[in-house]
Structures are given as C-alpha cells and as structure tokens.
Nanobody, 125 residues
Framework: QVQLVESGGGSVQAGGSLRLSCAAS????????MGWFRQAPGKEREGVAA???????KYADSVKGRFTISKDNAKNTLYLEMNSLNPEDTASYYC???????????????????WGQGTQVTVSA
C-alpha cells in the first residue's frame, strides 16, 4: 500500500525558510515522478514543484528561485526547501506520487495517483 507522509510544516515570519519532507513507502519510489502541491483556504490546489525519476524538475512561476525540490532515493524521501517565504505561501502543502513517467514531472494534480495528508505552512507578515 502506497503511503506518503509529509512533515516539516510550521509558522515562520516573512523572509524565513522551511524544509518540508515527504516519506514514501509501498512502491518503487525511485521509478516515479513526485510533486508538491499547496492549497490555501478558498483556493484551488496548485502545483508548486515536481521532479521526475531522473531528477529533472519543474516549478510554478510563483516559487521559481525560492523553492527547491529534491529527493533522496536511498531514504525514499522527497524534500521541498522553501526560502524567502511570504504570506502568499501560506497553505496546506501536499506531496504526491505520479506512477507515470513524465519528463520533469507534472504540476497538474490530475496526473497524480497518491497523496499525503498535508502539512500546514503559515507565513506571517
């Protein structure tokens, strides 16, 4: 059974940093694409960053240059390093697994097969 468990969320002031982690189990982690999504109250879920099995990445324009997605295949763990956070980054953050290879991964939620439970990130001004 595929399981994705996020951690690392919290509250920070604008300009601060956080690193989210997503521990994966139940499938061949290194073979598939992974992504980070976020959803703020009253807004649709949006793709933030994605990474394919070869390490190619893709980012939403709103986070380019501030967020970095990475993975450690040996630890079956996905990361999202978030720097220069601003209040607009406040949301629940979810990791997801896409069992179909797509170059650079996908920022579209419809492509993902499994989801974590989410971790809250709150950025105060």
């Amino acid at each position: 059974q595929v399981q994705l468990v996020e951690s690392g969320g919290g509250s920070v002031q604008a300009g601060g940093s956080l690193r989210l982690s997503c521990a994966a189990s139940g499938y061949t982690y290194s073979s598939y694409c992974m992504g980070w999504f976020r959803q703020a109250p009253g807004k649709e879920r949006e793709g933030v960053a994605a990474i394919d099995s070869d390490g190619e990445t893709k980012y939403a324009d709103s986070v380019k240059g501030r967020f970095t997605i990475s993975k450690d295949n040996a630890k079956n763990t996905l990361y999202l390093e978030m720097n220069s956070l601003n209040p607009e980054d406040t949301a629940s953050y979810y990791c997801a697994a896409d069992l179909t290879y797509r170059y650079g991964g996908s920022l579209s939620s419809i492509h993902y097969d499994y989801w974590g439970q989410g971790t809250q990130v709150t950025v105060s001004a």
